[in-house]
């Protein structure tokens, strides 16, 4: 068996995507020359070099547990660390020889000797704790996908989920009809190349519907924007990021689209035309997300740790908001464009007011990186005005939190996952929350009670979940390829 540098430099590369440290993959991307190799990534499976690793692991194991007779010997699992340590290894193979020649000799003992350690695993049914688990006969699953499915998103209007993917494809499954995986669009992105269109062969990163749910926008690590209709034709191609784009967003009116890219800038585009309105290059690194606080002023934050507030036509910031410590993951207007919510790496959740330059609230609770937030559609201005606003976080430290935030406190911490969390997603009416983590569940829970009320499992880890506009479905992607929607009626 013989490997290159450039396969095990994809293979770290792709961990580092499917494990949501986008920006450091793409940063090993640029140094490492990915776009060179002639390796072919949508042929590659999801967490291959995990397999490998695993395989790896298990050979080292084999090698000490296998006597030379070829009888089995029982061993301690070994870690990672001891495996790549020959010392660790041969100190393994002489215990275990020294166990297997003490169980070979005859037992002099009166009957109440020790019971032996047994080798085989154990597994554990999921506990739902009071929660539903969703049948199987409840859930779809829609294969296409030929990699990694890093977001969808559902029509607002209808039940048509858009899924974006790490194959260079969007997809959009028409779920109207309880319709299965054979009723999807396949919307290709490619590039001009001698003349010809070839497939870009780069992630699709983000997704967006407008409002009326008539056009969906994508974002790619190609670096362009594309507008689809949702019979799936290309009805405009947006092309002045130099770089991949990590987010885009229609604004309300639905005649801009904003997004944000490594190339530490903010484009706003005119939708119809698919002409770049105004740029913004106020970050002095990678722009990691956008949201519109009205359909012309928005917020953007990056890895330089700063959060501007710009608006069209303006050539400065009217607002920057600064006293996060490491990259700032993602911001969320709430739904009257009042108080800004931001996430960072450096494990807090800010809220801040255009009213003051210093944060409104600085919860600090989550024990790691908190990777996405999410308002609850509730509130003034809202469909459900006489239900508090709620504010939900997702950390790696396999935790969801929910804040009452005129307190600025927690009212509950979602603890059921046991991988990092990088979804979440509040129900139409607000009194549900989904979310999606890498241990490949599915959790719903009741909002106002922080009880779990459903659990689905699927078979990769969850990057993205979402509901339907009437609240019914639950649409989730995950890192084996695999999208599907739960099925909540009755």
């Given at each position: 068996?013989?490997?290159?540098?450039?396969?095990?430099?994809?293979?770290?590369?792709?961990?580092?995507?499917?494990?949501?440290?986008?920006?450091?993959?793409?940063?090993?991307?640029?140094?490492?020359?990915?776009?060179?190799?002639?390796?072919?990534?949508?042929?590659?499976?999801?967490?291959?070099?995990?397999?490998?690793i695993?395989?790896?692991?298990?050979?080292?194991?084999?090698?000490?547990?296998i006597a030379?007779?070829?009888?089995?010997?029982?061993?301690?699992?070994?870690?990672?660390?001891?495996a790549?340590?020959?010392?660790?290894?041969?100190?393994?193979?002489?215990?275990?020889?020294?166990?297997?020649?003490?169980?070979?000799?005859?037992?002099?003992?009166?009957?109440?000797?020790?019971?032996?350690?047994?080798?085989?695993?154990?597994?554990?049914?999921?506990?739902?704790?009071?929660?539903?688990?969703?049948?199987?006969?409840?859930?779809?699953?829609?294969?296409?996908?030929?990699?990694?499915?890093?977001?969808?998103?559902?029509?607002?209007?209808?039940?048509?989920?858009?899924?974006?993917?790490?194959?260079?494809?969007?997809?959009?499954?028409?779920?109207?009809?309880?319709?299965?995986?054979?009723n999807?669009?396949?919307?290709?992105?490619?590039?001009?190349?001698g003349?010809?269109?070839?497939?870009?062969?780069?992630?699709?990163?983000?997704?967006?519907?407008n409002?009326?749910?008539?056009?969906?926008?994508?974002?790619?690590?190609?670096?362009?924007?594309r507008?689809?209709?949702?019979?799936?034709?290309?009805?405009?191609?947006?092309?002045?990021h130099?770089?991949?784009?990590?987010?885009?967003?229609?604004?309300?009116?639905?005649?801009?689209?904003?997004?944000?890219?490594?190339?530490?800038?903010?484009?706003?585009?005119?939708?119809?035309?698919?002409?770049?309105?105004?740029?913004?290059?106020?970050?002095?690194?990678?722009?990691?997300d956008?949201?519109?606080?009205?359909?012309?002023?928005?917020?953007?934050?990056?890895?330089?740790?700063?959060?501007?507030?710009?608006?069209?036509?303006?050539d400065?910031?009217?607002?920057?908001?600064?006293?996060?410590?490491?990259?700032?993951n993602?911001?969320?207007?709430?739904?009257?464009?009042?108080?800004?919510?931001?996430?960072?790496?450096?494990?807090?959740?800010?809220?801040?007011?255009?009213?003051?330059?210093?944060?409104?609230?600085?919860?600090?609770?989550?024990?790691?990186?908190?990777?996405?937030?999410?308002?609850?559609?509730?509130?003034?201005?809202?469909?459900?005005?006489?239900?508090?606003?709620?504010?939900?976080?997702?950390?790696?430290?396999?935790?969801?939190?929910?804040?009452?935030?005129?307190?600025?406190?927690?009212?509950?911490t979602?603890?059921?996952?046991?991988?990092?969390?990088?979804?979440?997603?509040?129900?139409?009416d607000?009194?549900y929350?989904?979310?999606?983590?890498?241990?490949?569940?599915?959790?719903?829970?009741?909002?106002?009670?922080?009880?779990?009320?459903?659990s689905?499992?699927?078979?990769?880890?969850?990057?993205?979940?979402?509901w339907?506009?009437?609240?019914?479905?639950?649409?989730?992607?995950?890192?084996?390829?695999?999208v599907?929607?739960?099925?909540?009626?009755?």
């Amino acid at each position: 068996m013989s490997f290159s540098s450039d396969e095990v430099n994809f293979l770290v590369y792709r961990y580092l995507q499917e494990s949501g440290f986008v920006h450091s993959a793409y940063t090993f991307g640029i140094e490492s020359h990915i776009s060179q190799s002639n390796i072919n990534g949508a042929l590659v499976p999801p967490a291959a070099l995990l397999n490998i690793i695993q395989k790896g692991l298990q050979y080292t194991e084999a090698e000490i547990s296998i006597a030379e007779d070829g009888s089995e010997r029982c061993i301690e699992t070994l870690s990672l660390i001891d495996a790549v340590m020959p010392d660790v290894v041969e100190s393994r193979k002489q215990a275990a020889v020294k166990t297997q020649n003490v169980k070979s000799e005859p037992s002099n003992t009166n009957g109440e000797g020790e019971t032996s350690q047994s080798c085989t695993n154990h597994t554990t049914n999921m506990e739902v704790d009071g929660g539903v688990e969703i049948p199987s006969s409840k859930a779809t699953i829609l294969r296409g996908h030929e990699s990694e499915v890093f977001i969808c998103a559902w029509n607002p209007t209808n039940d048509l989920l858009a899924s974006g993917s790490g194959d260079s494809t969007a997809r959009i499954w028409n779920m109207n009809d309880n319709s299965n995986s054979a009723n999807q669009l396949v919307l290709r992105h490619c590039i001009q190349r001698g003349g010809t269109e070839v497939p870009s062969n780069k992630d699709v990163t983000s997704l967006d519907w407008n409002c009326e749910g008539t056009l969906l926008a994508t974002g790619s690590y190609d670096g362009y924007a594309r507008i689809w209709s949702t019979d799936g034709r290309l009805v405009n191609t947006l092309g002045q990021h130099k770089g991949p784009i990590f987010a885009l967003k229609w604004n309300k009116r639905g005649n801009y689209i904003l997004s944000a890219g490594v190339d530490k800038t903010t484009i706003i585009w005119d939708a119809s035309s698919g002409n770049a309105t105004q740029q913004f290059a106020f970050h002095s690194a990678p722009a990691l997300d956008v949201d519109w606080q009205s359909n012309q002023t928005f917020a953007s934050c990056s890895t330089d740790q700063c959060i501007h507030v710009c608006r069209l036509g303006m050539d400065r910031p009217m607002k920057t908001f600064q006293g996060h410590t490491n990259e700032v993951n993602a911001i969320k207007w709430d739904p009257q464009g009042q108080l800004l919510a931001s996430c960072s790496d450096d494990m807090t959740l800010k809220i801040w007011s255009m009213r003051q330059d210093s944060c409104v609230h600085d919860l600090q609770a989550h024990s790691k990186e908190i990777y996405t937030i999410k308002w609850s559609p509730t509130g003034p201005g809202t469909n459900n005005p006489n239900v508090p606003l709620i504010l939900s976080s997702a950390s790696f430290d396999s935790t969801v939190r929910l804040w009452e935030v005129e307190r600025g406190t927690c009212i509950h911490t979602l603890t059921k996952h046991q991988e990092p969390v990088y979804s979440v997603a509040f129900s139409p009416d607000g009194k549900y929350l989904a979310s999606g983590s890498f241990d490949k569940c599915v959790h719903i829970w009741n909002v106002q009670s922080g009880s779990l009320v459903h659990s689905y499992k699927g078979t990769g880890g969850i990057f993205e979940v979402c509901w339907n506009h009437r609240g019914d479905k639950v649409g989730a992607s995950a890192s084996d390829g695999s999208v599907f929607v739960l099925d909540l009626r009755k």
